[in-house]
T-cell receptor, first 114, second 112 residues
Framework: DGGITQSPKYLFRKEGQNVTLSCEQNLNHDAMYWYRQDPGQGLRLIYYSQIVNDFQKGDIAEGYSVSREKKESFPLTVTSAQKNPTAFYLC?????????????FGPGTRLLVL | AQKVTQAQTEISVVEKEDVTLDCVYETRDTTYYLFWYKQPPSGELVFLIRRNSFDEQNEISGRYSWNFQKSTSSFNFTITASQVVDSAVYFCALIGNADMRFGAGTRLTVKP
């Protein structure tokens, strides 16, 4: 079945540690996105990528990094520079340019700090 | 600047009641798209509908209906004869020439 997978479902980070969240899609979508969701709030864009080997910062990119080496994959690294990483992270993809394509979401990864 | 406002933070209804979720948006773009997503307790956002700025026709899909009014910059969502399975957080979103903007969401609780 086509879809977006995210792993792990839960992730625990120790102070000063970098962690990587996985996002894979087999929908043949061009664009991929990472959002952060805090309790009681909407989604905020961290990074997005419209094509392989290219990505752009969103509203809250500080403390995060991404790569887009393959069309299907868009991993997000939460670095030690991100001082408040506890949140729910959602990956999405869209079939056309970011401005008009409907975004489809993965199941999310919940990141907790130990 | 683009902005989406969902003024209703939480709504609670009893099963079979009708409920309307409000969405008001701001944009200077002439071409834009509006969306509604459902986020059940599992967390995954489920796409419900997309509307472009040139199509003001209301849409109905089963128990769901949407009312788009450019004159008031609103894109409201109505659930008819609500069911317990409708309990979720609902997000309205807008995309124009910038990145997609989401409202803060409305938590709907449908009690049996």
């Amino acid at each position: 079945d086509g879809g977006i997978t995210q792993s792990p479902k839960y992730l625990f980070r120790k102070e000063g540690q970098n962690v990587t969240l996985s996002c894979e899609q087999n929908l043949n979508h061009d664009a991929m996105y990472w959002y952060r969701q805090d309790p009681g709030q909407g989604l905020r864009l961290i990074y997005y990528s419209q094509i392989v080997n290219d990505f752009q910062k969103g509203d809250i990119a500080e403390g995060y990094s991404v790569s887009r080496e393959k069309k299907e994959s868009f991993p997000l690294t939460v670095t030690s520079a991100q001082k408040n990483p506890t949140a729910f992270y959602l990956c999405a993809s869209s079939p056309r340019g970011r401005q008009i394509g409907t975004q489809y979401f993965g199941p999310g990864t919940r990141l907790l700090v130990l | 600047a683009q902005k989406v406002t969902q003024a209703q933070t939480e709504i609670s209804v009893v099963e079979k009641e009708d409920v309307t979720l409000d969405c008001v948006y701001e944009t200077r773009d002439t071409t834009y798209y509006l969306f509604w997503y459902k986020q059940p307790p599992s967390g995954e956002l489920v796409f419900l509908i997309r509307r472009n700025s040139f199509d003001e026709q209301n849409e109905i899909s089963g128990r769901y209906s949407w009312n788009f009014q450019k004159s008031t910059s609103s894109f409201n969502f109505t659930i008819t004869a609500s069911q317990v399975v409708d309990s979720a957080v609902y997000f309205c979103a807008l995309i124009g020439n910038a990145d997609m903007r989401f409202g803060a969401g409305t938590r709907l609780t449908v009690k049996p």
